[in-house]
Protein backbone atom coordinates (compact mmCIF):
# COMPACT_ATOMS: atom_id res chain seq x y z
CA UNK A 1 0.00 0.00 0.00
CA UNK A 2 2.02 2.65 -1.32
CA UNK A 3 0.35 5.73 -1.24
CA UNK A 4 2.80 7.83 -1.52
CA UNK A 5 3.56 6.98 -4.74
CA UNK A 6 4.30 10.14 -7.50
CA UNK A 7 3.78 7.83 -10.90
CA UNK A 8 5.07 9.04 -14.50
CA UNK A 9 3.91 8.06 -17.63
CA UNK A 10 6.46 8.08 -19.78
CA UNK A 11 7.14 7.49 -23.46
CA UNK A 12 11.10 7.22 -22.92
CA UNK A 13 11.86 10.48 -24.80
CA UNK A 14 13.84 13.79 -23.51
CA UNK A 15 10.51 15.01 -21.86
CA UNK A 16 10.33 12.39 -19.27
CA UNK A 17 13.16 14.89 -17.41
CA UNK A 18 10.60 17.29 -17.02
CA UNK A 19 8.16 15.24 -15.80
CA UNK A 20 10.29 13.58 -13.31
CA UNK A 21 10.89 17.09 -11.77
CA UNK A 22 7.74 17.91 -11.57
CA UNK A 23 6.78 14.60 -9.78
CA UNK A 24 9.72 15.33 -7.62
CA UNK A 25 8.65 18.34 -6.13
CA UNK A 26 4.85 16.76 -5.98
CA UNK A 27 6.55 13.95 -3.50
CA UNK A 28 8.47 15.78 -1.59
CA UNK A 29 5.81 17.83 -0.80
CA UNK A 30 4.07 14.65 0.76
CA UNK A 31 7.20 12.61 2.24
CA UNK A 32 6.95 10.54 -0.89
CA UNK A 33 8.83 8.75 -3.84
CA UNK A 34 8.54 9.03 -7.64
CA UNK A 35 7.28 6.06 -9.71
CA UNK A 36 8.17 5.75 -13.35
CA UNK A 37 5.85 4.17 -15.48
CA UNK A 38 6.44 2.57 -19.06
CA UNK A 39 4.09 0.15 -21.00
CA UNK A 40 5.11 -1.56 -24.31
CA UNK A 41 2.11 -1.46 -25.87
CA UNK A 42 1.73 -4.75 -27.99
CA UNK A 43 1.21 -5.44 -31.48
CA UNK A 44 -0.93 -8.09 -31.12
CA UNK A 45 -2.44 -10.42 -27.92
CA UNK A 46 0.57 -11.16 -26.44
CA UNK A 47 -1.38 -14.50 -25.43
CA UNK A 48 -1.95 -15.14 -29.25
CA UNK A 49 1.75 -14.05 -30.52
CA UNK A 50 3.45 -16.27 -32.34
CA UNK A 51 7.73 -16.86 -31.85
CA UNK A 52 8.50 -13.68 -33.53
CA UNK A 53 6.05 -11.53 -32.03
CA UNK A 54 7.06 -11.93 -28.55
CA UNK A 55 10.83 -11.86 -29.37
CA UNK A 56 9.89 -8.41 -30.23
CA UNK A 57 8.32 -7.62 -27.30
CA UNK A 58 10.65 -9.09 -25.18
CA UNK A 59 13.26 -6.66 -27.28
CA UNK A 60 11.07 -3.85 -26.40
CA UNK A 61 10.80 -4.47 -22.96
CA UNK A 62 14.29 -5.11 -22.38
CA UNK A 63 15.33 -1.58 -23.90
CA UNK A 64 12.61 -0.21 -22.28
CA UNK A 65 14.35 -1.89 -19.01
CA UNK A 66 17.95 -0.59 -19.85
CA UNK A 67 17.08 2.98 -20.27
CA UNK A 68 14.90 3.13 -17.09
CA UNK A 69 18.09 1.44 -15.36
CA UNK A 70 19.99 4.27 -16.60
CA UNK A 71 17.41 6.64 -15.16
CA UNK A 72 17.90 4.84 -11.73
CA UNK A 73 21.50 5.11 -11.50
CA UNK A 74 21.45 8.96 -12.42
CA UNK A 75 19.13 9.62 -9.96
CA UNK A 76 20.53 11.99 -7.64
CA UNK A 77 17.82 13.50 -5.94
CA UNK A 78 16.14 13.38 -2.54
CA UNK A 79 13.55 10.90 -2.93
CA UNK A 80 13.66 7.58 -3.86
CA UNK A 81 12.94 6.33 -7.60
CA UNK A 82 11.10 2.86 -8.77
CA UNK A 83 10.78 2.01 -12.31
CA UNK A 84 7.93 -0.20 -13.58
CA UNK A 85 8.10 -1.38 -17.60
CA UNK A 86 5.27 -3.45 -18.48
CA UNK A 87 3.74 -5.06 -22.16
CA UNK A 88 0.28 -4.40 -21.67
CA UNK A 89 -1.81 -1.27 -23.25
CA UNK A 90 -0.52 2.64 -21.72
CA UNK A 91 -3.47 3.89 -20.64
CA UNK A 92 -4.22 0.15 -19.05
CA UNK A 93 -1.05 -0.10 -17.32
CA UNK A 94 -1.12 3.28 -15.64
CA UNK A 95 -4.48 2.61 -14.62
CA UNK A 96 -3.35 -0.17 -13.09
CA UNK A 97 -0.66 0.67 -11.87
CA UNK A 98 -1.99 4.10 -10.15
CA UNK A 99 -4.66 1.87 -8.83
CA UNK A 100 -2.36 -1.33 -7.41
CA UNK A 101 0.17 1.66 -5.75
CA UNK A 102 -2.53 3.85 -4.72
CA UNK A 103 -0.76 6.54 -6.33
CA UNK A 104 -1.50 10.59 -5.04
CA UNK A 105 -0.79 11.45 -8.13
CA UNK A 106 -0.22 10.76 -12.11
CA UNK A 107 2.28 13.02 -14.02
CA UNK A 108 2.28 13.00 -17.69
CA UNK A 109 3.54 15.24 -20.64
CA UNK A 110 0.61 16.88 -21.92
CA UNK A 111 -1.74 15.60 -24.86
CA UNK A 112 -2.37 18.81 -26.21
CA UNK A 113 0.88 19.03 -28.93
CA UNK A 114 0.54 20.49 -32.28
CA UNK A 115 -2.40 21.70 -34.20
CA UNK A 116 -5.89 20.46 -34.01
CA UNK A 117 -7.42 19.34 -31.12
CA UNK A 118 -6.16 17.04 -28.33
CA UNK A 119 -6.13 12.88 -28.78
CA UNK A 120 -4.59 10.37 -27.56
CA UNK A 121 -3.50 8.42 -24.55
CA UNK A 122 -3.28 12.01 -22.27
CA UNK A 123 -7.06 12.38 -22.87
CA UNK A 124 -8.17 8.73 -22.07
CA UNK A 125 -5.80 9.33 -18.40
CA UNK A 126 -7.47 12.66 -17.52
CA UNK A 127 -10.98 10.88 -18.34
CA UNK A 128 -10.27 7.38 -16.55
CA UNK A 129 -7.74 8.36 -13.50
CA UNK A 130 -8.36 7.09 -9.76
CA UNK A 131 -6.31 10.02 -8.98
CA UNK A 132 -5.44 13.63 -9.65
CA UNK A 133 -3.45 13.72 -13.11
CA UNK A 134 -0.59 17.11 -13.41
CA UNK A 135 -0.18 18.18 -17.03
CA UNK A 136 3.10 19.18 -17.93
CA UNK A 137 3.58 21.07 -21.17
Known sequence: ???DAVLV????TDQTDILLQEAERLALAIQG????VHAVEPIEDPDRADAD???FHEQLMSRA????ETRRRCWDRETDLCTCVQLGSRVGVLIAEAKARKA???VLGSPFRGEGPPVGIGLQLLAQSPTPVLVVP
Do not use: I, P
Open 1 to 3: MNS
Open 9 to 12: GTDL
Open 33 to 36: HVVL
Open 53 to 55: TRA
Open 65 to 68: EEWM
Open 104 to 106: RYL
